[in-house]
């Protein structure tokens, strides 16, 4: 293969120095990058990106197909796999699956309440040293 000439590079990118430092930079990255960036991005990616991220300080416009390995401070508009974490915010959306923790806002409008069911009030009754009323409320469940 060719090597690309002079001119050919400066169209694929564009440099400039940093007015503090006067270190010299990219600018512009007008092609596709088939390797690692080891530095940040100042700017916007209009395309994909296919590997790993570190963090990201701005919007995800699209979809990622891989893990967050971390948090997410702002919204999703989207469907979400699993959530290892917490949600601090509002969920506009159905939980197809199982909530493993607490509720502590409102489910279509009605404060979230745990229910105990007869198997776990007897659990309970028996840990706290009243067999005698577990034994009447199974009793009385059958």
């Not at 701005?58 to 979809?63: F, K, L, T, W």
């Not at 390995?69 to 159905?94: F, I, Q, T």
């Amino acid at each position: 293969m060719k090597e690309p000439t002079m001119k050919e590079v400066l169209k694929m990118v564009t440099f400039k120095r940093t007015d503090s430092s006067g270190e010299f930079v990219v600018q512009d990255v007008n092609c596709s990058i088939w390797g690692n960036v080891s530095g940040g991005i100042g700017g916007n990616v209009s395309s994909y990106i296919q590997g790993n991220v570190g963090s990201i300080f701005g919007n995800v416009h699209g979809s990622v197909h891989g893990n967050v390995g971390g948090n997410v401070e702002g919204n999703v508009r989207g469907n979400v796999g699993n959530v290892g974490g917490h949600v601090l915010g509002d969920v506009w959306g159905s939980v197809y699956d199982n909530v493993g923790g607490n509720v502590w806002g409102t489910i279509n409008g009605r404060k979230w309440q745990y229910v105990e069911t007869n198997k776990e009030k007897a659990i309970r009754l028996i840990r706290e040293g009243k067999g005698e009323e577990a034994i009447q409320l199974l009793e009385e469940s059958e």
